[in-house]
């Protein structure tokens, strides 16, 4: 899948393409004189390819691309073996969040159940050091509850601000990197500021966890388990970072392919793992049985946005969401009519072709949508490079088809239902409409300066 997919022709990736796929750059760490000969010693010299990451290599500054290098298994394996080190005064507490999206890719590749295929995983990485395993459904609970606010915000002052509407999501962090570096001022303002469910999940770790536990953020070390590569990217944006305690929301991006890398040079199955039941930030309380958002590749913002605003804004209970198809399966709008008039107008855009053609309308004016939710993988964060990749490269259309098999049968959970959620903005972010909501659940995305080399690219 396919953040610059080929389909633009002035693009430096694509004319680059060919040395890409065949230069690898070694992960580079400030404790490289630290490589003992121990358990983790073969794994920690995995290598990342310039082509696997989904953001153009040229929207990286070179001190970008040394970060993003060590986000792979070897930072996670120095913490593992720094752990068994006599010093404990610079021991960390390991957390691994896990993506929703992440674990229809573990259960079809081992053909088990998603319940199944969670437990066993958390069992996995707890065999290897990991103290606290989570589920980042929570973060995304956050993250709609929060993007649903803001779009009838935004929808209710649209005769009155410019850059109210239309309204794109801010979950991916491909499609995020590329309208700063690319897109700039045309599309910034209208990004909605909700953090993505991962950065959530980083300030709910470092922020309520770490309160909860009496622990120092940069006690803990936060490693996210991903379908895509560009969460490593987004994990490394200034504006996750907090300076008092020297520390990143998440330290680790590793993607659901690297997890199985690590399992296969250990000579472990899933199926031979015990089960271990999945933490919760709660203490004691364990997570029950997987369940998803009402997404069909994703994490479902448009169904949920567009529901909530059918109802606060026009009073309409919306029970089911009728897709229609525009130019292929994954440029989709979904349209609610109110006496005869269409009153709200959303659309899904997977892919960069898709991004393409928005784009365009956009800057000739002919935009009639309200919200559009804009991923860049084609096919959605199931289809996310990180997990269905073959090793010529390819994508593995039959595992992505039991996947998505997967993925839709998991039981849905609305996320005003979370009764979690509900207690945290009130004990933790001191309510809903509250300063604290919007420094920690909301970020600013603005236009970033590149040389124009960068930015050539003809439409």
Not at 132 to 156: C, H, K, M, N, P
Not at 184 to 212: D, E, W
Request: net charge negative; charged share 25%.
């Amino acid at each position: 899948c396919d953040v610059f997919y080929g389909v633009f022709q002035e693009c430096s990736k694509k004319q680059k393409n060919d040395d890409a796929q065949s230069t690898s750059v070694d992960v580079l760490s400030p404790n490289d004189d630290f490589e003992e000969k121990n358990e983790f010693f073969t794994l920690a010299n995995a290598k990342i390819l310039l082509s696997d990451c989904l953001a153009c290599d040229n929207c990286m500054t070179s001190e970008e691309g040394a970060r993003v290098f060590q986000q792979n298994q070897k930072e996670f394996f120095r913490i593992l073996n720094l752990n068994k080190k006599c010093d404990t005064s610079k021991h960390k507490v390991l957390a691994v969040s896990i993506c929703p999206q992440s674990l229809p890719y573990f259960a079809a590749k081992f053909s088990l159940s998603v319940n199944d295929a969670a437990k066993r995983l958390c069992g996995f990485l707890k065999s290897l050091g990991v103290h606290y395993v989570f589920d980042t459904t929570i973060a995304a609970d956050f993250s709609i509850l929060e993007s649903q606010r803001e779009f009838v915000q935004r929808y209710q002052r649209r005769n009155q601000e410019e850059h109210a509407l239309p309204m794109f999501a801010s979950a991916c962090p491909g499609w995020i990197r590329y309208a700063e570096r690319v897109l700039t001022n045309l599309v910034t303002p209208h990004i909605c500021t909700a953090k993505s469910p991962q950065q959530i999940m980083g300030s709910l770790v470092k922020g309520y966890f770490a309160r909860q536990q009496n622990l120092s953020p940069e006690k803990i070390f936060h490693v996210v388990v991903a379908p895509c590569y560009d969460k490593k990217l987004e994990a490394l944006r200034e504006d996750f970072y907090t300076a008092l305690y020297n520390s990143q929301e998440v330290d680790c991006v590793l993607t659901s392919g690297e997890i199985v890398q690590i399992m296969e040079q250990k000579n472990v199955s899933m199926k031979d793992v015990t089960e271990v039941a999945v933490d919760s930030l709660f203490g004691e309380i364990k997570e029950g049985d997987v369940v998803r958002h009402d997404g069909k590749r994703s994490d479902g913002y448009l169904e949920h946005i567009f529901k909530y605003a059918a109802k606060e804004l026009f009073g309409m209970d919306v029970k089911e969401i009728t897709y229609k198809a525009l130019k292929n399966k994954d440029f989709q709008e979904v349209t609610l009519e109110k006496d005869g008039e269409t009153v709200l107008r959303f659309a899904a855009a997977y892919g960069f072709r898709n991004i393409q053609n928005m784009v365009l309308k956009l800057k000739k004016g002919k935009f009639l949508y309200h919200f559009v939710e804009v991923l860049a993988c084609p096919g959605g964060c199931l289809n996310g490079k990180g997990q269905t990749q073959t090793e010529d490269g390819k994508p593995d259309k039959a595992l992505l088809s039991q996947m998505e098999d997967v993925y839709a049968a998991i039981p849905v959970r609305l996320p005003e239902t979370n009764v979690y959620v509900q207690k945290m903005y009130q004990d933790w972010l001191e309510g809903m409409d509250s300063r604290k909501v919007q420094e920690t659940l909301h970020t600013k995305y603005s236009a970033v300066n590149q040389t124009a080399s960068n930015l050539d690219i003809k439409w």
